[in-house]
């Protein structure tokens, strides 16, 4: 079968970094994506790892490990804006991505 | 540019009616994809359209479910007869290629069954 984990829920303060990780099993991979979705609103693409290593997007870095079927997802600075829900995706074989549940991240003041 | 536009945004029906939700994706996207997420579980794929072709339905959960695409421009999702499980948030994506990590979605539609 094909899965994904993360956590369900993480709470940080405001400035502060927080790590969202996801873990993997499908067949086949061709990447990672990151999504970020407010409550209401259309997931929107936040980042895409097809290779080992880190990506940095201004406040936000997103890490792959294809050997550990890991990556992780890192917000810096973080501000109230960025409470929100935080999707990994999986681009599969067949082109489709796969999606975990989602970890929900509560910013506090 | 206007994004992906997805109506109704929520409907509510009684089991045994029939819903068609549609998706007018982004104009030039030939890559469309309908995703639906229950009670906060995972966002699960339904299917994929390249143009007016479904290139894979491997996630459309029964044979209540109909996609068209007619024309390859908006795509329609009909779900006759619903039942309560049919009840969720129903996302359509779409992108100019095929196999990439980004795709372009719509704001959803809230899909109440009572």
């Known amino acids: 079968g094909q899965s994904l984990e993360q956590p369900s829920e993480v709470t940080a303060v405001e400035g502060a970094i927080v790590q969202i990780n996801c873990t993997y099993q499908?067949?086949?991979?061709?990447?990672l994506s990151w999504y970020q979705q407010h409550d209401g609103g259309a997931p929107t693409f936040l980042s895409y790892n097809g290779l080992d290593g880190l990506e940095e997007t201004g406040r936000f870095s997103s890490f792959l490990s294809r050997s550990d079927s890991y990556g992780y997802l890192l917000l810096q600075e973080l501000q109230m804006k960025d409470s929100a829900s935080y999707f990994c995706?999986?681009?599969?074989?067949?082109?489709?991505?796969?999606f975990g549940s989602g970890t929900r991240l509560l910013v506090r003041p | 540019e206007a994004g992906v536009t997805q109506f109704p945004s929520h409907s509510v029906i009684e089991k045994g009616q029939t819903v068609t939700l549609r998706c007018d994706p982004i104009s030039g996207h030939d890559n469309l994809y309908w995703y639906r997420r229950v009670m906060g579980k995972e966002i699960k794929f339904l299917l994929h359209?390249?143009?007016?072709?479904?290139?894979?339905e491997s996630g459309m959960p029964n044979n209540r479910f109909l996609a068209e695409r007619t024309g390859g421009t908006y795509s329609t999702l009909k779900v006759q007869p619903a039942e309560l499980e049919d009840s969720g948030v129903y996302f359509c994506?779409?992108?100019?290629?095929?196999?990439?990590?980004?795709?372009?979605f719509g704001e959803g539609s809230r899909l109440t069954v009572l």
């Open positions: 359209f390249v143009k007016e072709s479904k290139q894979d």
């Open positions: 995706a999986v681009r599969d074989s067949s082109y489709k991505l796969i």
């Open positions: 994506a779409s992108s100019p290629r095929a196999g990439t990590g980004e795709l372009f």
């Open positions: 499908t067949s086949g991979f061709y990447g």
